[in-house]
């Protein structure tokens, strides 16, 4: 855990790119967190995520993705199975984006610019792409 509030997980995808692997953060305590980014759908990732979610008797009520880059979106299908209806948080698209749209599939996905709380923090969406 980087604090009480924040444990990271790592994307399990080293590589030139992500160096040890996209950083993906769990941010809150008790039963309902946010998790920051979704790395990129391989098959460690998502297993790992939830063994610290069923550790700590945790789900999740919504991701805040930083930028459409797949390394950070490619898990969503696996969240959105497990909690069907998360929130999605997410910048405007970009003119090009990497990968399909964060939007295909089931959730609800909000554009930028609101906020996401999980008990102890409140995170503010990206209202734009990050760079």
């Known amino acids: 855990a980087l604090s009480p509030l924040v444990t990271r997980v790592l994307g399990q995808n080293p590589g030139p790119a992500t160096l040890q692997g996209t950083n993906t953060y769990l941010v809150g305590a008790g039963p309902r967190r946010v998790l920051i980014d979704a790395s990129d759908g391989n ?40 909690f069907p209806g998360i929130s999605i948080w997410r910048g405007p698209r970009p003119s090009a984006p990497a990968m399909p749209s964060a939007d295909a599939g ?26």
């Not at 098959?43 to 999740?60: I, K, Q, T």
């Not at 490619?74 to 959105?80: K, M, N, T, W």
């Open 43 to 82: 098959s460690r990732w998502w297993p790992l995520l939830r063994g610290v979610l069923d550790r700590e008797g945790a789900c999740l009520s919504a991701v805040v993705l930083t930028h459409s880059h797949y390394d950070h979106i490619g898990g969503l299908p696996e969240l959105r199975e497990a």
């Open 106 to 131: 089931t959730g609800v996905v909000v554009a930028g610019g609101g906020s996401a709380a999980a008990q102890g923090a409140s995170l503010l969406a990206p209202a734009a792409e990050a760079p």
